[in-house]
Structure formats: structure tokens, C-alpha cells
């Protein structure tokens, strides 16, 4: 059985780094508020002119270096993001065009939060039916240039960045031991859009829009609708959840990732949390924390990994890995 294996990651930040106590001088917030509500004690905020392809580029680069490849050898570039560059094309095809790629095909996936995981499950479907051998899967947002600045409620949460994995195609026994993608589990629900959306878009304002969050509703969604992922994809593999060594969950806010665990009776140091350095970066959040876990030593070859997230839609998912 074809198993589509990770050999490689990479991660961007931008230079910038903005404190809680930065934020408390331009809106009425604090420190102490945000480190209590959310756990986030800094987010990185791209500068002016600095993209989201220039985030991807960065963490595509360092992808590819870790997995010992160059550019010529990928078949596909997905990127994960709702802060493209331009309406159109796709932020993946300026990667593919700035990476020196001139073969293949590039794309990008809209889930929101949760699009680092439905690329992932794209790229596990496209690698196991033999449409491509290796992919570039990147999650990358510019989530400042959506925000409302004077918005309290929501600037004081979101970050930029990028994270990004080499997916190769590789020969696997079709059992749980097999290394790679073990499974994807992808939901929606389309009636919640009033919950987390933008106020606008090409088709309807001809404007990007800013973002627009029900955060406490949200809140209760991510709890509920996270469990639910990471069940459905611990049974799909026949798997307990005590047998699973990490969990890698979007970064949105401290309180769901402890609630999520509470609520499954996952050991809380199973939890990796990168909430408190990048903030919510959207569809980077899950690599970026996986890469930061892969690099600190936490995650180890063999290690059996769970990633989930939630987003606007609502979108959320699941996927296990054999790392
Ligand atoms: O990535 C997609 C998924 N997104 C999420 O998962 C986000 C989910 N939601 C959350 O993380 C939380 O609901 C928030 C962090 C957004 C808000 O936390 P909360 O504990 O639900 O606070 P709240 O909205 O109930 O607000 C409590 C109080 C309010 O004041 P009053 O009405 O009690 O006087 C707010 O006006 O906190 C006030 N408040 C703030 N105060 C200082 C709201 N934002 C701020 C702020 N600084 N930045």
C-alpha cells in the first residue's frame, strides 16, 4: 500500500515581533487579559510589504533542504491560506514560479484554519492513488491584513507565518506501523458562517473584507468539533487515544486546547502548544507546531501524531501520522 510519508519540514516567521504589552498601546486591552483568556504572549506581524508567498517561499526553502530534495524533483505544490498574495492565481503557482519549478502543477486549499489539514488530506489522496510521487504542502497567512486593528476582540489573537512538509510516496504494509499519513478525517457545516467570517470578498464588496468572530460560540464549537475529529480519526485507525504519543492541535487559544484534552482525558503533556510564541496563524498553525515539536526533540521518528484544526465554514479535521 502506497503511504505517503513526510521527509522533510520547514518553517517562516516574520521578523516582527509584536508583545501583548505593544498591542495594549494602540487598543483597549492588556497583557495580563490576553495571557489569561488565550495564553498568547507575542505574535509575529509581518511588515509592510512582506507576503504570504514570501512566508511560504521561506518555509518551502527550508522544507526542502531538510528532506534533502530540490524543487525539480516535486510533482505538486498545495498551499494551504486565506491571505493569498492576489485574488488570483493561486499563492501555490508564485511558490512553484519563485521555488525555479516550471513542471508539475501547483494549487492553493481554502479551509481557513483548518486547510493545513484538508491539504494534507488532498495531498495523502493524490500520493496514494499514484497522481504524484512527492508534494510540497504548505499552510502560510498574513492573517494581520485581515484584521480590524480597533477590534479588541479579534487583532489581539492572530498571527503570520508559514510552515511547510515534503510528502513522499512510499511503500507501506497497510497496517498502523507503516510510516506516513495513516488516515484524514475532513468535516463542515456551512450554516455557521455568521460565527467567523470576513466582511467581504470579490464577488459581494469587491473588498477583502475584515475578519468578523462570535468568539464565544466559536469557543464552544472548537471544543466539541476538535474531540469529534480526533475521535473519528483514532477509531478510523483502531487506535486509543492513550496509544497516540503526540497531539498537535491548531493554535487558536489555550483554554481549547486544555478544554479539548480534558474533555478526551489526554494527558495535557501530549499537547504540544505554540499558542503563547505565534498566536492563531490560521492554516500554519498546525505545521508550524509540528515543526517546532519536531525540532525541540519532542517528536521523534515512530512516533504516532495527531494533527487537528477548526476554522471559519465552520471547516475542522483530523489526521493521523506515523512520523
Ligand atoms: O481559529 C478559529 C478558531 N477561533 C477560535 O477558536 C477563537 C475562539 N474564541 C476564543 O478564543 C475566546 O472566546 C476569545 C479569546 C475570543 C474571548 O475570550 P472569552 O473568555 O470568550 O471572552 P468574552 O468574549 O466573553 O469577553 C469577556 C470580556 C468582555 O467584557 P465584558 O462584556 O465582560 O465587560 C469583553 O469585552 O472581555 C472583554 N474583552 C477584552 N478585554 C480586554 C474582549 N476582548 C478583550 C481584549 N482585552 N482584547
Given at each position: 500500500m502506497i503511504r505517503a510519508r513526510i521527509i522533510g519540514s520547514g518553517i517562516c516567521l516574520p521578523a516582527n515581533i509584536v508583545t501583548n504589552d505593544e498591542l495594549a498601546k494602540k487598543v483597549d486591552t492588556s497583557d495580563a487579559w490576553i495571557r489569561e483568556r488565550t495564553g498568547i504572549h507575542q505574535r509575529y506581524i509581518a511588515l509592510p510589504g512582506e507576503k504570504t508567498s514570501d512566508l511560504a517561499v521561506g518555509a518551502a526553502r527550508e522544507a526542502l533542504i531538510d528532506a534533502g530534495i530540490d524543487a525539480g524533483e516535486l510533482d505538486m505544490i498545495i498551499c494551504a491560506t486565506t491571505t493569498p498574495d492576489e485574488t488570483f492565481p493561486a499563492t501555490a503557482t508564485i511558490v512553484q514560479s519563485r521555488l525555479g519549478m516550471a513542471h508539475g502543477a501547483a494549487f492553493d486549499v481554502q479551509a481557513v484554519c483548518s486547510?493545513?489539514?484538508?491539504?494534507?488530506?488532498?495531498?495523502?489522496?493524490?500520493?496514494?492513488?499514484?497522481?504524484?510521487?512527492?508534494?510540497?504542502?504548505i499552510g502560510a497567512e498574513t492573517m494581520s491584513r485581515l484584521l480590524d486593528w480597533n477590534d479588541r476582540t479579534t487583532c489581539v489573537l492572530f498571527g503570520d507565518g508559514a510552515g511547510a512538509v515534503v510528502l513522499q510516496a512510499h511503500e507501506g504494509r497497510g497496517d498502523n506501523a507503516d510510516q506516513g499519513v495513516l488516515n484524514t478525517r475532513l468535516f463542515s457545516?456551512?450554516?455557521l458562517h455568521d460565527m467567523l467570517y470576513t466582511t467581504g470578498g470579490v464577488s459581494s464588496t469587491q473588498t477583502a473584507g475584515v475578519l468578523k468572530m462570535q468568539g464565544k460560540e466559536v469557543f464552544k464549537h472548537a471544543v466539541t468539533n476538535i474531540a469529534a475529529a480526533i475521535t473519528a480519526s483514532a477509531e478510523a485507525a483502531h487506535v486509543a487515544l492513550d496509544q497516540i504519543d503526540w497531539f498537535v492541535p491548531h493554535q487558536a487559544n489555550q483554554r481549547i486546547l486544555d478544554g479539548t484534552a480534558r474533555r478526551l482525558g489526554i494527558d495535557p503533556a501530549k499537547v504540544v502548544s505554540t499558542v503563547a510564541l505565534h498566536g492563531n496563524t490560521s492554516a500554519a498553525s498546525v505545521p508550524l507546531a509540528l515543526v517546532t515539536a519536531v525540532r525541540d526533540g519532542r517528536i521523534k521518528r515512530g512516533?504516532?501524531?495527531l494533527l487537528e484544526a477548526m476554522g471559519g465554514g465552520f471547516t475542522w479535521g483530523a489526521a493521523l501520522v506515523r512520523w
Open positions: 486547510g493545513f489539514i484538508y491539504g494534507l488530506s488532498v495531498a495523502d489522496s493524490l500520493i496514494r492513488t499514484g497522481a504524484a510521487r512527492t508534494i510540497l504542502l457545516d456551512g450554516r512516533d504516532l501524531v
